[in-house]
């Protein structure tokens, strides 16, 4: 009898605040179980532009936490967290790079996959939805605008807390990206995978006729992709 086929490996790197991530992307894997998601964590508390917020995404910790995941010798490592919208996108590109060097896993992130969905799509003007305060929210902008996507209209909750994050009603982060999806845009991002808008983002797609690319979901769905093979790079 032919022993079963062990499920494909894919190692998932949130923050230790992060409540959304793990019930999300457990909706998104393969029902057929060839995929089993492997989990790190890294102590990410607020959200913030202060020195103390920004300390908490110091490349030695993130690369810690991968080299755990690799423990369990995943495929691929993916930093399913935002950080890099407001730090800069450079900063995956840094993470990424240390990650592989570290551990021979291929790695990538929820913002690189966001962004390559963007390009995909040749979005220009986009809608923003995060549970951040105006501070990290204009880093956000600014980020996007210096590679040639405007945010056309921003809708944001004024939280730190990542836990707060994570308890926004899916309801309420519909009604979110109604508002932002009022301007003529392209598509529109929730941005942050502390918010549970995985499992609306498509009914809203379909709605609102523009896409609605939440965080998890865009993530989750590159990394398969990866693991499958059927995508070339990070």
Known sequence: ??????PRRLGVLIPSSNTVVEPETAKLLPEDGSVAMHVSRLRVVSIASDDGSLAQFSADKVVAAAELLADAEVETILWNGTAASWLGFGWDE????????KTGIRATTSILAINRELERLSARRVGLVTPYVESVEQRIIA????????????????????????????????????????????????????????????????????PVLDSVRVAVSHSLALLSGGEVGR
């Open 1 to 6: 009898m032919e022993s079963q086929r062990r």
């Open 94 to 101: 840094e993470i990424i790079s240390k990650i592989e060097a």
């Open 143 to 210: 980020n996007y605008r210096a590679i040639g996507i405007e945010v056309a209209r921003s809708v944001r909750r004024d939280l730190t807390s990542n836990t707060a994050f994570g308890r926004i009603d899916p309801l309420d982060i519909a009604d979110m990206v109604r508002l932002a999806a009022v301007a003529p845009v392209d598509a529109i991002l929730i941005l942050c995978t502390n918010l549970a808008g995985a499992s609306i983002a498509p009914a809203l797609s379909r709605e609102l006729s523009a």
